[in-house]
């Protein structure tokens, strides 16, 4: 018989757990280590020291339109742990709460009529924006390269997009999906989000939950993969990378022992892949030169703890507010305590404040929206910092997202700063660690993306 093939995946985030799987069902031994002690990266849990309670780093959301990143679920098994939201809840200052839905109208008027009702915009936004909108449908996917070096702040201008509009609509939306706002976003991917999300097809806008911690969806990883004959070791740091006549040779862990196999992908983030190459490694493959030129954007996520009930909504979006969502997390098991949970993305002007400042600030903010928290006792909360949560999603940085394969043969790489066509999100990780498993057996693995309604693929196709 022939020997199975090995691979060392590096990293368990997203990326890892996706190029692991993909590996290990085309016959490869697949060993996939992880620095911490569960799966999952960035888009993971933490037990709390005190309560012992499992809490997510920060609520991540999926669209309809992260196609492999369902895929993923479904292959581990967990697809049913996801709940889907087809109604979004918008909260502004004055009380106004408008909901986001879609009508039996097909793409791309499914979500018109219910846009038309939102109280908390005028009648001059809302014609301004479908007036963007109507561009939008104007500019095939294959077109968006024209904006490449744009920042969508720059494309709303040539759209005569009004200040309301910006900052109660496009800035809402584009800050909770690139963790960056409009003035330095990527052009192109504020319109990949438009596009592909509320466009073209009527189920990529609806919104998908974890109704279980984030970590318990990369748990099955561990029995699936060592089932197929690999193994997942968690706790294992990578130290050192060997390089000798243009190939990898082995891997150093922290407590000094050696692994090797015939080929190894790092899934690692950016910055942390970068701290590992050698400088001959940089000379041989162009890939590694750039990775220090990425940037980051921070994201908080806040848990909060009240008394008793203080919303009822699964979810709200809080316009003209840093915090761009809250997340209704139930009531803790055995009591009566309500707990939600604050995602503040794009983060530079706070990560940097003392938890309680940003606690005090938080829970001042949240009365506004939610005024039930001023007539409840607040039990507690926790902050938690993701400084480098995601790469900065700017026009500068596309240039510098690395392909897949290079120059090193043996060495694979995997993660959302990879030239994947999406910006830094869990289906962007996914999708890079489909691309990995793909470019290594040379089976099709990535998912297609849904597709376009009838009139939508029409008009693209003619325009193309």
């Not at 193994?231 to 294992?236: I, P, Q």
């Amino acid at each position: 018989m022939t020997p199975r093939r090995t691979a060392i995946v590096i990293g368990g985030g997203l990326a890892g757990v996706a190029t692991a799987m993909r590996l290990s069902e085309s016959n490869w031994c697949v060993t996939l280590l992880e620095t911490r002690k569960r799966l999952g990266g960035r888009a993971t849990s933490h037990v709390d020291p005190v309560t012992q309670q499992l809490l997510d780093n920060c609520q991540h959301v999926l669209l309809g339109c992260c196609t492999n990143l369902v895929d993923l679920y479904t292959r581990l098994g967990v697809d049913h742990l996801i709940e889907w939201h087809d109604t979004l809840h918008f909260l502004d200052r004055k009380g106004h709460h408008d909901k986001l839905g879609r009508s039996p109208l097909p793409a791309p008027m499914h979500l018109s009529g219910s846009l038309l009702k939102f109280d908390c915009l005028s009648w001059t936004a809302k014609w301004a924006i479908a007036r963007a909108m109507l561009a939008m449908l104007r500019l095939p996917p294959a077109h968006r390269a024209q904006w490449a070096d744009k920042t969508f702040a720059e494309w709303l201008a040539s759209q005569k997009q009004p200040q309301e509009a910006i900052e109660r609509f496009w800035e809402v939306i584009i800050v909770s999906a690139l963790n960056e706002n409009v003035q330095t976003a990527s052009a192109v991917h504020a319109l990949q989000v438009f596009q592909d999300g509320f466009l073209s097809n009527r189920d990529a806008y609806v919104v998908g939950l974890a109704s279980v911690p984030l970590v318990k969806l990369y748990e099955p990883a561990a029995p699936i993969l060592e089932s197929r004959g690999g193994a997942v070791r968690l706790g294992a740091s990578v130290r050192q990378i060997n390089f000798q006549d243009n190939a990898i040779t082995s891997i150093e862990l922290s407590d000094g022992q050696q692994l090797s196999a015939d080929l190894y992908i790092s899934a690692l983030p950016v910055e942390r892949l970068d701290k590992l190459l050698t400088p001959e490694m940089r000379t041989a493959d162009e890939r590694l030169r750039e990775l220090s030129r990425f940037e980051f954007s921070p994201i908080l996520g806040i848990h909060l703890w009240y008394e008793r009930e203080v919303m009822h909504l699964p979810h709200a979006v809080t316009l003209d507010s840093p915090l761009q969502w809250v997340f209704n997390r139930g009531l803790d098991v055995g009591t009566s305590h309500q707990h939600l949970h604050v995602v503040i993305s794009a983060a530079r002007d706070w990560i940097d404040l003392s938890t309680e400042e940003i606690l005090r600030r938080v829970r001042e903010e949240l009365a506004i929206y939610l005024p039930k928290t001023n007539e409840v006792n607040f039990i507690d909360g926790q902050v938690i910092k993701e400084r480098r949560a995601t790469f900065s999603a700017t026009p500068r940085i596309e240039a510098s997202r690395p392909p897949t394969t290079g120059a090193i043969r043996n060495l694979i790489l995997a993660g959302d700063y990879c030239n994947t066509g999406w910006p830094a999100t869990m289906e962007g990780a996914v999708r890079s660690g489909y691309m990995a498993a793909e470019a290594i057996t040379g089976h099709p693995s990535r998912v297609d993306d849904l597709p376009a309604s009838f009139a939508v693929d029409l008009l693209w196709s003619v325009l193309t």
